[in-house]
């Protein structure tokens, strides 16, 4: 499949060491947060989310911690691995509708 | 549980041609949202049906519609196609209001 986004920020990354990707975000009233992951040719997948009321949420080997006040959003992959390597989209969403808006997204590229 | 399907996968149009692209929801899902993914643009919200009814529009040309079936599965339709209509069209569910939005994998449309 095509690449899609050839030209966003790289995150460069040693295999074992941890990932910290950034994400600002502009709508004060949005009150929940996704991190997603796209691999080459596919679909963007879900990683984790957050709410608002929260500023800190755990998954497997994945933390996304949310700052409300400077509307800073950061997902942290701890022991990357190469199979990590992908482009990473946060994305907003104000009130219950089902429209996300993203962010223009990071690739990380894991180093052997 | 299967993902969320698109079809056709792959296609390339003509200009002025017109084009339906067809999205299936996990199970159980009432709400479907189409995105346009580009280089330039990143991830664009399109639209998002719910019970059939379209819920919310973004930012694009009237020639971008939609529909959703009963069956909650639910179709795009771009007419008289323009060169800078080549991108990557998902569709994403959700089991309604305020839930986790999942993607597929997206249709490539190449206009030429």
Not at chain 1, 41 to 61: A, L, T, W, Y
Not at chain 1, 99 to 109: A, E, I, Y
Not at chain 2, 50 to 68: I, M, Y
Request: glycine letters at 10%.
């Amino acid at each position: 499949g095509e690449s899609v986004g050839l030209h966003l920020p790289t995150l460069s990354v040693q295999e074992g060491d941890n990932s910290i990707i950034n994400c600002a975000y502009s709508n004060s009233a949005s009150d929940y947060f996704i991190w997603y992951k796209q691999e080459s040719g596919k679909g963007p997948q879900f990683i984790i989310d957050i709410r608002s009321n929260m500023d800190k949420r755990q998954g497997q080997r994945v933390t996304v911690l949310l700052n409300k006040t400077v509307k800073h959003l950061s997902l942290q992959i701890a022991a990357t691995q190469p199979g990590d390597s992908a482009v990473y989209f946060c994305a907003e969403r104000a009130g219950t509708a089902s429209k996300l808006t993203f962010g223009t997204g990071t690739r990380l590229q894991v180093t052997l | 549980k299967a993902g969320v399907t698109q079809t056709p996968r792959y296609l390339i149009k003509t200009r002025g041609q017109q084009v339906t692209l067809s999205c299936s929801p996990i199970s159980g899902h009432r709400s479907v949202s189409w995105y346009q993914q580009t280089p330039g643009q990143g991830l664009q919200f399109l639209f998002e049906y719910f019970s059939e009814t379209q819920r919310n529009k973004g930012n694009f040309p009237g020639r971008f519609s939609g529909r959703q079936f009963s069956n909650s599965r639910s179709e795009m339709n771009v007419s008289t196609l323009e060169l800078g209509d080549s991108a990557l069209y998902l569709c994403a569910s959700s089991q309604g209001s305020g839930n986790t939005i999942y993607f597929g994998e997206g249709s490539w449309l190449t206009v030429v």
